[in-house]
């Protein structure tokens, strides 16, 4: 009997770190085939970037352009190389694919795209946004939009997708298994990146519009402000959260009221950025931007609130309890 249930008892511990072993497997293989969705989308979205940039007519040479045309470049080919390394089998598969040289890599194309985005938004250049008069009275009530619309949401796509390949390489390097999920830290890196953005065109508005005479109303300067301590507050909590999450160190509570409070910060600066005299009623980053933070900062507020509630909890633990009954009755056999 003793040497039945020994071989019983290595029976079951095989079967367990078989399974286990399996299950990892498929969840790396999960998470390379979501990360080489974003690489293929980030190909696409370069080469679009630097065809609709090279063919715009306010392209005229200069430092900027140039500045914009390797970042593009690089983009293109780093992520074409990335799509390559992940359908083949070969050397460069097992050189890049979850290895650091993936996080060098997608750390360099952030950091391009930080860099170029700017430049490209920028209304003064005149490449991607422009500014034009609101109104005909005492001020003219200058406001940012798109004057090119390829180059201004294929340079953003591209943006986003390399910042989502680094948190994605982040998570599974540093949190693992850790945490709330992948999608709940993305959701945590689109709400910081929302909340630059709100920081960037608020003070791009401050001292391009709201310093010279006539440029805007007092009102909208007022609102303006507003939107910049918003963007600022939304920045340094959404960088420790998600950075705390990408650790597996990410606790409900505290996600659960960071998420409340941005849910309401938001409402309050998307109606007073883009209602009435807000800074951005035209469609621009800034009107973007603040729409994005609100529906961003609720989207985090509910995952979190049902991670902290529970929900769904009770249905997972009856489908595990049903589908422990079979073991118990075959170890009884």
């Not at 930080?114 to 920028?122: K, S, Y």
Request: charged fraction near 10%; include cysteine.
């Amino acid at each position: 009997m003793s040497a039945s249930a020994s071989a019983n008892e290595n029976f079951t511990m095989e079967d367990n770190n078989a399974g286990s072993s399996t299950l990892e497997g498929v969840l790396n293989n999960s998470n390379d085939k979501r990360r080489l969705n974003i690489w293929a989308f980030l190909c696409l979205f370069s080469a679009l970037a630097l065809t609709s940039h090279e063919t715009d007519d306010q392209n005229e040479g200069k430092s900027e352009n140039i500045w914009i045309l390797t970042c593009t470049a690089v983009s293109l080919s780093v992520s074409a190389l990335s799509c390559l390394a992940y359908v083949g089998n070969s050397g460069l598969s097992s050189l890049f694919v979850g290895t650091i040289i993936e996080g060098i890599m997608s750390l360099i194309l952030v950091g391009l795209w930080a860099g170029a985005l700017p430049i490209i938004m920028d209304p003064a250049n005149g490449l991607a946004q422009m500014y034009v008069g609101k109104s005909e009275g005492d001020s003219a009530d200058y406001q940012a939009t798109i004057s090119n619309a390829n180059l201004y949401f294929t340079s953003w796509g591209s943006g986003v997708c390399s910042l989502i390949v680094l948190s994605m390489y982040v998570k599974e390097r540093l949190g693992g298994t850790g945490g709330m999920g992948m999608g709940y830290t993305s959701k945590w890196y689109l709400l910081m990146l929302a909340s630059v953005i709100v920081v960037i065109e608020s003070m791009r508005f401050k001292n391009q519009v709201c310093e010279i005479p006539n440029g805007t109303e007092d009102v909208t300067c007022g609102r303006n402000l507003y939107g910049l301590s918003t963007g600022i507050v939304g920045l340094v909590v959404s960088f420790l959260i998600s950075l705390f999450s990408s650790l597996g160190r990410d606790s409900a509570l505290i996600t659960t009221v960071a998420g409340f409070v941005m849910a309401v910060l938001y409402t309050l600066c998307a109606g007073l950025l883009t209602f009435d005299n807000g800074p951005a009623t035209y469609v621009g980053n800034h009107y973007f931007s603040a729409w994005a933070g609100f529906f961003i900062s609720f989207a985090v507020f509910g995952s979190v609130l049902k991670e902290f509630l529970g929900v769904g909890a009770s249905q997972a633990g009856a489908a595990s309890g049903e589908s422990a009954e079979p073991e118990i009755e075959m170890d009884g056999i």
